[in-house]
């Protein structure tokens, strides 16, 4: 695809930046801002014409002082953890202590908080201080070859979180998981007490005096053994349990698929990475939730009270610490939140990044001491943190000004000083299979156990049950009711509603089921009028998937039976599909990506902003109202308009149409194959 700032013409990315960094110094609204740099992003001249306009306001803003009164004198913070240097080039650090109480940083991407995460490990390294980090963005692996670090990926670990720490009690450990899954799962209340009732009745078939432990694949199926009434609430809490349990068993590869984990005693001992960036967000989130609270229970059980012992870091730490799910009063309170607060008495620091402080929870903001406030994208997000740092106006603008490696540091009654952040250079060419290599030989010396079966739960379960295959439904289930699908097309009924994009063979293999009674049960739903099927055209030969979407029918028997199924407006479960790629495409090149966008009472399909560039992208499905459709995105203001089209004559008829309202295709629009995005 072709971008703006690639010839002589029109200005680079970086002058558009340097252009808008001047608007922003002299106090532009985002609206002008947004005006100018359309203009400007166009043409040269007027680039050049807006720079010359601004620069003596610039200038004179420059002359003045650069920091403000509350910076002089600068606040010493003169700990040993070092995280840069004031302007004054005096070194900026935290204690150990001040390190302990956790600290939070906030920056939107691109801002360096991979490459201060670098230096910080180096600092953890440099103070003995033994590290975890959780990767999403597999940004570590590339230090293996720097210092003594285990790089865990995904598809070699091995956690069964069913297993308490050293020390922890079977009842008590099933209290903390029942509150870690349900808030990871998004489940409510209700749903925690059929979960923690299930678990207990599991742990009663191992002797788990003898280290025998049960995993996420027997929970799963134990509740599909459960026989309930169809007619009982608890039908629709086994259900709820039964879905979750088979998505996450589903997509974590062999994470789960062990019944004694790697000693995780062993890992807090030493520089880890675990690499998370492939499973889908519910396995990402539980992994990691579950992982801290195991962490947290460990410390306190072995009364580990001798200060600072080991640091854990991660970015995007909203999955974990989400503003939403703590405010809702129907979904259990995660243990996490509540020990934050309790862990620093245990030797356990956190070390946590965002780039949506908006969305973090107040409990993470309330719980770290120190927090690092680097150049941010969004107003809201700003002003989030301007009440978060207890900063006024005049001290907020110099946030503003924040460029690359640059940032604002604060510990509780302290006040803020600047910070220059130091780079990193570290070149990143180590493959997946190059770091899985290369960590085989340690892996293999660690201890793990594969799952087991004993034959108390084999009898309650079935006795052909061996865990890899889902326990058989009755044939005759659902028959009472002429109107509801059977057990197994009730279970691919509900995933549709977790996972709308997944083609119907995915979807057999999310609820467990080959493709003879997967497909019998697709025809039940289609008879009953509760899904439709249509086929997605995708351009790539041989892999256009078929995609199952409920009917009005079928959105009404689920709400009846307690799911919330979520609106998804006039919009075709076709051209839903086509946003949810083109959001996935740009996510993963580092765009910040909204989906049905909204301008005035309309929206745009899918809006893409990195930095000075923005981008809508309007799905055209036939020509009708496209024309509407890139006029409203051109006023808008955006740099570029993407027309997605799936066949070539819908796109000769809407470049027609557009050649004859512009005299010509404008600079900004480009056409692009739906197949880009495959």
Not at 332 to 345: A, K, Y
Not at 398 to 409: I, V
Not at 473 to 494: K, S, W
Not at 620 to 636: F, G, P
Request: glycine share 8%; with cysteine; charged share 30%.
């Amino acid at each position: 695809m072709a971008w703006i700032g690639n010839d002589e013409d029109t200005p680079s990315r970086e002058e558009l930046a340097e252009l808008r960094e001047m608007l922003e110094l002299v106090g532009l609204s985002a609206e002008k801002i947004k005006q100018i740099l359309s203009m400007a992003a166009m043409d040269r001249d007027a680039h050049d014409s807006f720079v010359e306009m601004y620069r003596p306001q610039v200038e004179e803003i420059e002359s003045r002082d650069t920091y403000y009164d509350w910076e002089y004198p600068f606040e010493s913070y003169d700990g040993d953890f070092r995280i840069g240097t004031n302007p004054e080039g005096q070194p900026v650090g935290l204690t150990r202590e001040q390190l302990n109480e956790h600290m939070l940083i906030v920056g939107r991407t691109g801002a360096g908080k991979t490459t201060l995460f670098y230096n910080l490990m180096d600092e953890c390294a440099g103070m003995d201080l033994p590290f975890l980090v959780f990767d999403f963005k597999n940004d570590y692996r590339h230090l293996a070859g720097h210092r003594d670090l285990l790089v865990v990926n995904w598809r070699d670990l091995k956690f069964n979180p069913l297993q308490p720490p050293p020390d922890v009690s079977v009842a008590r450990w099933a209290e903390v998981m029942a509150d870690t899954w349900t808030h990871a799962m998004g489940l409510w209340k209700a749903s925690r007490g059929y979960f923690i009732r299930k678990l207990r009745e599991l742990y009663g078939f191992y002797d788990t005096d003898a280290g025998e432990w049960p995993s996420l694949y027997e929970l799963l199926e134990l509740v599909r053994a459960d026989e309930i009434p169809y007619a009982s609430p608890r039908y629709r809490y086994k259900e709820r349990l039964d879905n979750r349990l088979t998505g996450m068993t589903g997509f974590s590869g062999e994470v789960f698929d062990c019944s004694q984990s790697y000693p995780f005693e062993e890992f807090l001992e030493r520089n880890v990475v675990v690499e998370l960036q492939e499973p889908i967000e519910d396995v990402q989130v539980f992994v990691v939730e579950a992982l801290l609270t195991w962490i947290f229970y460990y410390r306190e059980a072995q009364g580990h009270r001798q200060g600072l012992r080991h640091v854990v870091l991660f970015d995007e730490a909203k999955h974990v610490f989400d503003v939403n799910r703590e405010r809702d009063s129907d979904s259990p309170n995660p243990p996490i939140s509540t020990l934050m607060g309790q862990v620093r008495e245990f030797g356990e620091a956190l070390i946590v990044a965002d780039h949506e402080p908006s969305k973090l929870s107040d409990s993470l903001k309330a719980n770290t001491n120190a927090k690092l406030w680097m150049s941010l994208g969004s107003g809201k997000d700003t002003e989030e943190m301007q009440r978060t740092f207890g900063l006024d106006a005049e001290e907020t603008e110099y946030t503003r000004t924040l460029e690359k490696g640059e940032a604002l540091l604060t510990v509780a009654d302290r006040g803020p000083v600047p910070v220059e952040l130091p780079d990193y250079q570290l070149e990143k060419s180590v493959t997946e299979t190059e770091i899985r290599e290369r960590m085989r030989s340690e892996l293999d010396r660690l201890d793990c156990a594969e799952r087991m079966q004993p034959s108390l739960f084999q009898s309650e379960v079935g006795e052909d049950s061996s865990g890899d295959e889902p326990i058989e439904q009755d044939e005759n289930a659902g028959d009472g009711d002429d109107d509801g699908p059977d057990a197994v097309a009730e279970a691919l009924l509900i995933s549709i509603v977790e996972e709308p994009f997944l083609s119907v063979s995915e979807r057999y293999d999310v609820i467990g089921v080959g493709s003879k009674k997967g497909t019998a049960a697709k025809e039940e739903l289609v008879a009953l009028d509760l899904v439709s099927e249509e086929t997605v055209r995708n351009g790539k030969r041989g892999k256009n998937p078929t995609l199952l979407e409920l009917t009005e029918k079928g959105r009404t028997v689920l709400e009846d039976r307690g799911y919330d199924v979520p609106e998804t407006g006039r919009r075709g479960v076709e051209h839903r599909y086509w946003q949810h790629q083109i959001k996935e495409f740009y996510e993963s090149d580092g765009f910040d990506v909204e989906i049905e966008h909204a301008v005035g009472s309309e929206s745009i399909d899918v809006y893409v902003e990195r930095g000075v560039v923005s981008i809508a992208v309007e799905v055209a499905r036939s020509a009708w109202h496209e024309l509407e459709n890139i006029r409203k995105c051109l006023d808008y203001g955006v740099d570029r308009v993407e027309v997605v089209y799936l066949e070539d004559g819908v796109m000769d008829q809407i470049r027609s149409a557009v050649e004859d309202e512009f005299g010509g295709v404008p600079d900004q629009i480009e056409f692009v194959p739906a197949s880009e995005y495959v």
